[in-house]
């Protein structure tokens, strides 16, 4: 699929909520949604006429190795020095079609916890790269696209059914669960004993990590996808509806809501850096936002394509991926960017997360036939090591 007709693709999106926004169609609003939604998957995934889901999921580092999920559903783990595999890759479903992974594996202690477009939550031993437990141990969920969050001894993740799910990391027994009232397509993160999960409900909601009781709610004017990101005391997240939040985390009051409105969603997980918040948007800006009070700092950067994978924090600089297939480090002195500073293949394009480690960036890139992981040294702007196939 050429880059060309991810364009064309994106044009068609940006009409129909141009449409929306125009004639104010509340009553057909989560029909054309929906509809929204599965362009953005298809375009995405790198490929609009594939029969099956593919994923893009992000990498995961440990101490010394990394793992990451490919687009045909196989987990891979790699030594993170030379990139040579620890194991042999291990396909998450033996059925030919397989499964596809749009969340992060998480790694604690010696396991890998995946999950997959099937509803289904995996562990995986770092040693050997065997499949251990599975939950639901002989049914499945509904997908399951937001990554994993495991933290003392427990595994949480949200649904498409709209619930979020508490596991014992152990035993992958179910200990709580928790209804919003839509899916649920973001990464819950935790802050000492509060989790915090955003959901397509419009609502981000803060949730006793211990029992799953409900300590507050915040409504905005739009659904939430993106990750919400604690930074001194606060919740911050992009929303459909073109805006930032900050939300005091303690109570859920509104800080502030971004003066400047996106010209399209707020996709991925924003990044903070010396009071300033680095919030990228699908409009291929990011804008760059005081975090005391949410007015503009600077002009946002505009990149050369729609962005939808999640940045990292190296040092002092941003490291953000256009959709494209380019990476780009601002500055934060002067909040701008030159040239790419590396480049994937030209028919590969970067919608999952990056992963930063050491000064490492992992850029899990596809095309609609392969995917690839490469590893890249921010300060000596050179590949670490040539990148392997994930397939």
């Not at 599975?134 to 595994?155: A, E, M, Q, R, W």
């Not at 999960?197 to 709610?217: H, P, Q």
């Not at 409105?261 to 009071?275: I, S």
């Not at 040092?315 to 494209?324: F, H, K, L, T």
Request: hydrophobic share 40%; charged share 20%; proline share 4%.
């Amino acid at each position: 699929m050429t880059r060309y007709r991810k364009n064309s693709l994106y044009s068609r999106l940006s009409k129909i909520l141009s449409y929306i926004r125009k004639h104010r169609v509340l009553a057909t609003f989560t029909v054309v949604l929906g509809a929204c939604l599965v362009l953005i998957a298809l375009l995405a995934s790198g490929c609009a006429l594939r029969s099956q889901p593919v994923g893009w999921s992000g990498a995961a580092c440990s101490d010394s190795n990394i793992f990451v999920a490919s687009i045909e559903g196989r987990l891979f783990g790699f030594d993170k020095q030379d990139g040579k595999p620890l194991w042999q890759s291990y396909q998450l479903d033996s059925s030919n079609d397989g499964v596809a992974v749009y969340s992060t594996p998480a790694v604690y202690n010696d396991l890998v916890y995946l999950a997959g477009y099937d509803g289904r939550v995996f562990t995986i031993s770092i040693e050997s790269g065997y499949r251990g437990l599975v939950f639901p141990d002989n049914d499945s969920l509904k997908p399951i696209i937001g990554g994993l969050t495991v933290s003392g001894g427990k595994v949480f993740f949200g649904c498409n059914d709209g619930n979020v799910y508490c596991l014992n990391a152990d035993e992958l027994r179910k200990e709580w669960e928790f209804p919003t009232g839509d899916r649920i397509w973001s990464k819950p993160v935790i802050s000492e004993d509060t989790l915090f999960v955003s959901s397509f409900d419009n609502n981000i909601y803060a949730l006793d990590a211990s029992d799953g009781s409900e300590i507050w709610r915040f409504e905005a004017e739009g659904a939430f996808a993106s990750t919400p990101l604690i930074h001194d005391d606060t919740v911050y997240a992009g929303s459909f509806d073109r805006h930032v939040y900050a939300l005091d985390a303690t109570n859920g009051k509104l800080k502030w809501r971004s003066e400047v409105e996106a010209d399209k969603w707020f996709w991925t997980q924003v990044v903070a850096h010396n009071d300033i918040i680095y919030a990228p948007n699908l409009d291929g800006k990011i804008y760059i936002l005081n975090s005391d009070n949410g007015y503009e700092v600077d002009d946002p950067v505009e990149l050369d394509g729609p962005i939808s994978s999640s940045p990292v924090v190296v040092g002092d600089d941003i490291i953000v991926a256009s959709q494209q297939g380019n990476v780009y480090a601002i500055d934060t002195a002067n909040n701008r960017t030159g040239s790419p500073i590396f480049n994937v293949a030209e028919d590969e394009v970067i919608n999952a997360p990056l992963c930063a480690s050491d000064g490492i960036i992992y850029i899990h890139a596809q095309s609609s036939k392969h995917d690839k992981l490469y590893a890249f040294d921010t300060e000596t702007r050179r590949e670490v090591w040539a990148p392997v196939s994930l397939s």
